[in-house]
Nanobody, 126 residues
Framework: QVQLVESGGGLVQAGDSLRLSCAAS????????VGWFRQTPGKEREFVAA????????RYADSVKGRFTISRDNAKNTVFLQMNSLKPEDTAVYYC???????????????????WGQGTQVTVSS
């Protein structure tokens, strides 16, 4: 069982930056690929980014490519999402999720993940 706790959300203005963290309780954290998703009321959960267990492979949604960076520190069991040049349309609850497999192929689908955090709110004002 893996527990995930997100932090770092908040209220910012358009153009600002935020860094989200996802702290995991896992004995071999590098065995899990991790993804970030976001959701707004009335919409389906949307893929944002994913990173392989080793950290060598990453994948991004087109809507955040070039603005967001996913990274991980396996020694600290933590995954980060650096979000720059934030836009009002980035406003959502952001969730991190972990998959029992370390590779990111197919991990833009929420159904591929086994564990989810509770989410952290990000609000970007115009």
């Amino acid at each position: 069982q893996v527990q995930l706790v997100e932090s770092g959300g908040g209220l910012v203005q358009a153009g600002d930056s935020l860094r989200l963290s996802c702290a995991a309780s896992a004995r071999t954290f590098s065995s899990y690929a991790v993804g970030w998703f976001r959701q707004t009321p009335g919409k389906e959960r949307e893929f944002v980014a994913a990173i392989s267990g080793s950290g060598r492979s990453t994948r991004y949604a087109d809507s955040v490519k070039g603005r967001f960076t996913i990274s991980r520190d396996n020694a600290k069991n933590t995954v980060f999402l650096q979000m720059n040049s934030l836009k009002p349309e980035d406003t959502a609850v952001y969730y991190c999720a972990a998959s029992n497999i370390p590779i990111i192929a197919g991990l833009d689908s929420s159904g591929k993940y086994n564990y989810w955090g509770q989410g952290t709110q990000v609000t970007v004002s115009s």
